[in-house]
Nanobody
Framework: QVQLVESGGGLVQAGGSLRLSCATS????????MGWFRQTPGKEREFVAG???????EYADSLKGRFTVSRDPAKKTMYLQMDSLKPEDTAVYYC????????????????WGQGTQVTVST
């Protein structure tokens, strides 16, 4: 059973940076895509970034250049580096595994972490 545990969320001022971590366990095959999503109250969970098994990456168009996804295989941990944060980046961020994309270009995932709150103040 895949387990994902996020950490690193918190309160940061606009323009600042945060790095989220996602510790993984139970992954028996490494050929799946992992990634990050975020959600704000009253809105659907939205795709943030994806990390393929070959280290290729995907990003939401609006976040390219500010967010970077990476991993440390030795630590079984995935990261999301978030720079130049804006108040609209405030959300609960979720680590996800076994990402798939449908015919409409919408990402979803089979496994989810519990989420970590990121709040960006003005």
């Amino acid at each position: 059973q895949v387990q994902l545990v996020e950490s690193g969320g918190g309160l940061v001022q606009a323009g600042g940076s945060l790095r989220l971590s996602c510790a993984t366990s139970g992954r028996t095959f490494s050929f799946y895509t992992m990634g990050w999503f975020r959600q704000t109250p009253g809105k659907e969970r939205e795709f943030v970034a994806g990390l393929h098994y070959d280290e290729n990456t995907e990003y939401a168009d609006s976040l390219k250049g500010r967010f970077t996804v990476s991993r440390d295989p030795a630590k079984k941990t995935m990261y999301l580096q978030m720079d130049s944060l804006k108040p609209e980046d405030t959300a609960v961020y979720y680590c996800a595994d076994h990402l798939v994309i449908n015919e409409y270009g919408r990402w979803s995932a089979e496994y989810w972490g519990q989420g970590t709150q990121v709040t960006v103040s003005t």
